[in-house]
């Protein structure tokens, strides 16, 4: 199935009726569901690599970036900085920051997407000066960049939050040996960009071992980084003094890929994921194996079907290798379909169980108990209006809806558009019956 033409930052998201309007999805539950989905890159190693291209002043070709509306936002982002941004066309796009109009990422975009902070590193490692807008709140949880600001302070930038934005500026910064008390993703990525081309060695010691991180490792040292270690526990990076251009082809995305799995153990005839990359997955194939879903992994495809018989099994999330926070969502929607009571425990952001809510109202057996999930199944789940609040929860809901007596519809479906491309389209053509609506 062709996915998408071309794009740029400022396309709409794919499918909206009328840009600005908020769309919903209308999904009628009980199709089987067969055929062939393709994977797309990965949301979350799409943003790091367009990130690192501040770090040259050379043009950079990135190839299978995702059509979510995130990756639009990076790309503004980075017009904004002064970047030239060759509209995405086939999932590649050219992006060359000859040099810089701004240090500035500003508020109206860094609102809707915190992963904009990954501009901090590379503006300070390269130019010496960036004002990033914090963040704020997020749903999911506090989120707080205390461990970016620390590592980059520790590399002798001078750091302060004024008005809302981190102001930072720096001489050449320095390398340094820096000790996560915590595993963070974008911080370490965030580190990792600015050491690159730091003054000698940093040492990352309880680094995020993510495969996005080892995809960003891979794309720098093309460019003429000197890193060590990417997914392991230590990376060890050797400051140069610039950075060349490359041509980098992001790695699929291995939770889009879990949810077309739990898609299919939920409501699979015969369903078969192309384009992934199963190693990435293996902590959800375990899981998924263990309650018993017929999995078969042949070289980048996998193949599902509907489990005969669903046993729950209890879950914990943690950091990479452990199983993703990101799937944790759509997992409980399967758990509700399962043969007893699993007991789902959230160990990374302290209030991502906002779907609980919602599945409760399509009839599902939860309650939450601190930060575990108890969940008792199999329970018969009826069609309702229901809200999305963040990227992971809707796609638990379309899961859930998928499965539900009658028919679902699913508000503020921006949220999964942020991360997931196509995916009514997707669905449709494996025989769910999805349809965008305003
Ligand atoms: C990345 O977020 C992902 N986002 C998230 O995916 C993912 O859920 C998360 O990693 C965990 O796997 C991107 O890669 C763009 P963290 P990140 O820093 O880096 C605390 C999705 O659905 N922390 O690893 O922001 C933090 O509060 C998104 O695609 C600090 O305390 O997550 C959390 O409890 C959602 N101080 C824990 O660390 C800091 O400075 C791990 O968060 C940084 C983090």
């Known amino acids: 199935?062709?996915?998408?033409?071309?794009?740029?930052?400022?396309?709409?998201?794919?499918?909206?009726?009328?840009?600005?309007?908020?769309d919903k999805l209308k999904i009628t539950g009980g199709a089987r569901l067969n055929g062939t989905v393709q994977i797309g890159g990965a949301k979350n190693a799409a943003l790091p690599a367009l990130a690192a291209v501040l770090l040259t002043d050379k043009p950079v070709e990135l190839q299978n970036l995702p059509g979510v509306r995130d990756v639009r936002t990076m790309l503004r982002v980075l017009e904004q900085l002064g970047a030239s941004v060759r509209p995405v066309e086939d999932r590649c796009s050219g992006v060359h920051v000859k040099r810089l109009a701004s240090f500035e990422a500003p508020y109206d975009l860094v609102k809707t997407m915190r992963a904009s902070v990954l501009v901090l590193g590379p503006l300070l490692a390269r130019y010496g000066r960036a004002r990033v807008s914090l963040p704020g709140g997020c749903a999911i949880g506090e989120r707080p960049i205390n461990l970016h600001l620390d590592g980059l302070r520790q590399m002798g930038a001078e750091v302060s939050l004024e008005h809302g934005?981190?102001?930072?500026?720096?001489?050449?910064?320095?390398?340094?040996?820096?000790?996560?008390?915590?595993k963070s993703v974008t911080a370490t990525e965030n580190l990792m960009m600015?050491?690159?081309?730091?003054?000698?060695?940093?040492?990352?010691?309880?680094?995020?071992?993510?495969?996005?991180?080892?995809?960003l490792a891979e794309?720098?040292?093309?460019?003429?980084?000197?890193?060590?270690?990417?997914?392991?526990?230590?990376?060890?990076?050797?400051?140069?003094?610039?950075?060349?251009?490359?041509?980098?082809?992001?790695?699929?995305?291995?939770?889009?890929?879990?949810?077309?799995?739990?898609?299919?153990?939920?409501?699979?005839?015969?369903?078969e994921l192309v384009g992934c990359r199963p190693d990435d997955l293996e902590p959800v194939l375990q899981q998924l194996r263990q309650t018993g879903v017929p999995i078969v992994v042949e070289g980048k495809s996998i193949r599902v079907?509907?489990?005969?018989?669903?046993?729950?099994?209890?879950?914990?999330?943690?950091?990479?290798?452990?199983?993703?926070?990101?799937?944790?969502?759509?997992y409980m929607?399967?758990?509700?379909?399962?043969?007893?009571?699993?007991?789902?425990?959230?160990?990374?952001?302290?209030?991502?169980?906002?779907?609980?809510?919602?599945?409760?109202?399509?009839?599902?057996?939860?309650?939450?108990?601190?930060?575990?999930?108890?969940?008792?199944?199999?329970?018969?789940?009826?069609?309702?209006?229901?809200?999305?609040?963040?990227?992971?929860?809707s796609a638990s809901l379309v899961l859930a809806a998928l499965v539900a007596d009658g028919v679902t519809v699913l508000?503020?479906?921006?949220?999964?558009?942020?991360?997931?491309?196509?995916?009514?389209?997707?669905?449709?053509?494996?025989?769910?019956?999805?349809?965008?609506?305003?």
């Open 305 to 330: 079907e509907k489990a005969q018989h669903l046993e729950a099994r209890d879950l914990r999330t943690a950091p990479h290798p452990g199983f993703p926070t990101d799937m944790q969502a759509q």
């Open 165 to 182: 934005y981190v102001e930072a500026s720096s001489q050449r910064l320095r390398g340094i040996h820096f000790n996560f008390p915590i």
């Open 333 to 393: 929607a399967l758990m509700t379909q399962a043969q007893g009571t699993s007991l789902i425990t959230e160990t990374i952001f302290e209030r991502r169980f906002m779907h609980v809510g919602e599945l409760q109202r399509m009839g599902a057996d939860i309650r939450i108990d601190g930060h575990t999930s108890v969940v008792v199944g199999p329970g018969r789940l009826t069609g309702a209006q229901v809200m999305a609040t963040d990227l992971r929860a």
């Open 411 to 438: 508000d503020r479906v921006y949220h999964l558009d942020r991360g997931y491309e196509f995916m009514e389209k997707k669905l449709c053509a494996l025989g769910a019956q999805v349809e965008r609506i305003r």
């Open 219 to 271: 794309m720098l040292i093309s460019m003429g980084a000197q890193i060590e270690g990417a997914g392991k526990d230590e990376i060890t990076i050797t400051g140069v003094t610039e950075l060349g251009g490359t041509s980098h082809e992001v790695i699929p995305d291995r939770i889009e890929a879990g949810t077309y799995l739990v898609a299919g153990a939920l409501a699979g005839e015969a369903l």
């Open 194 to 215: 600015a050491a690159t081309l730091a003054e000698g060695t940093t040492v990352l010691g309880n680094a995020a071992q993510e495969p996005e991180i080892r995809d």
């Open 1 to 22: 199935m062709k996915v998408w033409g071309k794009y740029s930052s400022t396309t709409p998201d794919h499918g909206a009726i009328i840009p600005g309007i908020v």
